[in-house]
């Protein structure tokens, strides 16, 4: 078989963790449980962080965007807060996704195997053809690292993801649909909006707006003719 997956649920509110524990458990999963943002970030050796935002000691979006600074371990955000708004801003911190309380079990572990299953594909994926240079951006699919005029840039995971799919296959056209599927989910049903967020920060990190073109009512592409 395959190693189990170690689920962190960072989540104050007892009578919610204590059955997702248990019903992880039940599935297959080792599981630790921490209530606070502190004990969060001080844990170590999970494969997913389950993540709800509204925690005692300090802000979830703040908890989520210090754990994203120093690991790549994917995020599942549980929130309360249903606005779009929120989500986008999730994601944008580095969640890998989101769900709204109240949430079906199922769909719980629907969404966490699904992001385990992404993580390791990026892991694997790599070895030739793993690099791309267009002009002075380089992009190490394998190494997971872009630079851009030899300086190295420090890109969120989705940033990240984003700008490797379009590298693939650089002066391709990616439509939103392919992009979504690719980068986050093929069951996404979140704002579009969120594609548009990422594409404006890689532009403003990686200082080269003309970098990546908008191609109208289709997607977006990796110029090449520059
Ligand atoms: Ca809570």
Redesign the pocket.
């Known amino acids: 078989m395959f190693d189990a997956v170690h689920v962190l649920i960072v989540?104050?509110?007892i009578a919610i963790a204590a059955p997702l524990e248990k019903g992880l458990r039940r599935e297959g999963f080792v599981v630790s449980l921490v209530g606070t943002g502190a004990e969060a970030l001080a844990a170590r050796g999970h494969d997913l962080v389950l993540l709800?935002l509204?925690?005692p000691d300090m802000d979830g979006f703040e908890v989520c965007r210090q754990l994203r600074n120093t690991s790549a371990v994917p995020i599942i955000v549980v929130t309360a807060r249903g606005e779009e708004v929120d989500r986008v801003i999730g994601l944008e911190l580095g969640a890998d996704d989101y769900l709204v309380k109240p949430f079906g079990f199922r769909e719980l572990v629907a969404r966490i195997r699904a992001v385990t299953r992404r993580a390791g594909a990026t892991t694997a994926a790599g070895g030739e053809g793993a690099v791309t240079t267009v002009a002075d951006l380089l992009v190490d699919r394998r190494a997971r690292r872009v630079a851009v005029a030899g300086e190295e840039i420090e890109l969120t995971r989705k940033e990240f993801d984003l700008l490797a799919f379009l590298a693939e296959d650089p002066g391709a056209t990616r439509t939103r649909r392919q992009i979504l599927e690719s980068v986050w989910d093929a069951h996404w049903y979140g704002p579009t909006k969120t594609i548009d967020v990422h594409v404006a920060s890689l532009r403003r990190k990686l200082d080269r707006p003309d970098l990546i073109d908008t191609v109208r009512g289709v997607g977006y592409r990796l110029c090449t003719d520059r």
């Open positions: 989540e104050d509110d709800d509204g925690l």
